[in-house]
């Protein structure tokens, strides 16, 4: 019996097109991270008379110069900016006591946006009437504050913080606590 001798398949080069698709996806990634780094958010500026209402029951006043982050907004939490400082203030409901607050938006923290806490809480107390406890962090570069006041008999909870790049966070401060003192309460509808 005579063997047959089978075609011999030829290898083919694969990492010629490999190299292509490479190029392609990094192409297209690099050109959506140019396009995001260049994409300025949505600002506005702050309204004439600086008054910013968050939710139905709440009011503040941002600094001149700051800009509202429309990107963010809604109806019960708003961001103002300015140059890498952020001053958000949200509005919610909320049943508990001030302590499980306090302790529910550090766990958000912790979990979500890696913070490392800085020191022990303290309490505060601003004239609007609003009264609560703060605690710093750290957020990678960032520096930042938060106000935890809860309003147990309108079932309300009023988180505000206030953070900046390390460099510029002392400076940003007395920005925070003012916008901070200018926060005031409505009766709930």
Known sequence: MTEIALPRREPYRT???????????????????VIDDETAPDLDPVPANGQIRV???????????????VTDATETSVSVVDAGAGFNVTVS????TLADEVR???????????????????????????EGTTFSYLID???????????EQADRAIVVYGH???????????DFQDMLDSIRTEAKP
């Open 15 to 33: 990492w010629p097109g490999a190299l292509i698709v490479l190029a392609v996806i990094i192409a297209y990634v690099g050109t959506l991270v």
């Open 55 to 69: 939710g139905s029951d709440v009011v503040f006043a941002a600094k001149r110069g700051w800009y509202v982050d």
């Open 93 to 96: 409901d909320w049943d508990g």
């Open 104 to 130: 529910r938006q550090k766990s958000l923290d912790e979990a979500f946006s890696k913070a490392r806490l800085l020191g022990d809480d303290t309490s505060f107390s601003i004239p609007g009437g609003l």
């Open 141 to 151: 570069q960032s520096q930042g504050r938060g106000w935890i006041s809860v309003d």
């Open 164 to 174: 900046a790049p390390i460099e510029v966070f002392q400076q940003a401060l007395p």
